[in-house]
């Protein structure tokens, strides 16, 4: 059995490669950590595990990388999608997997990297052919404003109450929304809404230049005093 820490501040991606993962019987998730404090906390309770971490937490990658050795555990990094798998290879790290990884491609890494190999992941994987720019462009321009900023704070990991608070409306108009996209996108449900989206590029971007346009909002909205 491979013991497996996942270190990642997005909830949504962190629970659905949790869920790809615990379907392999040879891999059990010990650690889920939502910032770097646990993550090392985590790396030195449990030596010898298979530690997968996003390179949007922007760890001391020289300081991991000797901890990780200390407790003889090996490190794969989730890059994104523009990243070079290249530059983490080279610093040590044993693997490479980018947002827009499979399932498949996922445990396979994972298995390699546990059993001392090294991951390298295809050129391909980096969603850089039409095709799939061709299903994000389609997806996006089919949403409406309103149902893209509800897919941008889905992927940040927002509850439907958090949501409907945010864009000033009701839990049931958020679900009567969120039937709507899901019909658009061809998911089920919440979870699958996020990786669908941070795996097709151009709908990625569009959702996150959305929520960043709504964090600025709320942020000029002065608060009112009772």
């Known amino acids: 059995m491979n013991k497996v820490i996942l270190a990642d501040s997005q909830a949504i991606f962190r629970a659905g490669t949790a869920k790809v993962l615990a379907m392999d019987e040879d891999l059990r ?29 922007r760890p001391d990658m020289v300081r991991l990388r000797s901890v990780l050795e200390t407790a003889g ?41 546990a ?32 149902e893209m900023r509800i897919v941008a704070l889905i992927v940040q990991g927002c509850k439907n109450r958090e949501i409907a608070s945010r864009l000033k409306t009701t839990e049931q108009v958020i679900k009567n929304y969120l039937r709507s996209i899901y019909d658009k996108t061809g ?30 909002e709320e942020q000029a909205t002065p608060t009112a005093v009772a």
């Open 115 to 146: 059993a001392g190999n090294t991951w390298q992941p295809p050129q391909l994987m980096q969603v850089d052919s039409p095709e799939e720019d061709m299903v994000g462009m389609r997806v996006r321009d089919r949403l409406t404003p309103k």
């Open 187 to 216: 998911v089920s449900d919440r979870l699958e809404l996020a990786l669908f989206t941070i795996h097709h590029r151009v709908l990625a971007q569009a959702a996150a230049e959305v929520g960043s346009k709504l964090e600025a």
């Open 29 to 57: 998730i010990i650690a889920q950590c939502t910032d770097l404090d646990r993550m090392f906390h985590a790396v030195t309770t449990f030596p010898g595990s298979i530690v997968v971490f996003a390179s949007s937490m």
């Open 73 to 113: 555990s090996r490190g794969i990094v989730i890059a994104e999608n523009n990243e070079a798998a290249s530059s983490y290879l080279g610093q040590g790290f044993r693997g490479v997997v980018f947002r827009n990884v499979t399932g498949t491609a996922l445990v396979e890494c994972v298995r390699q990297v």
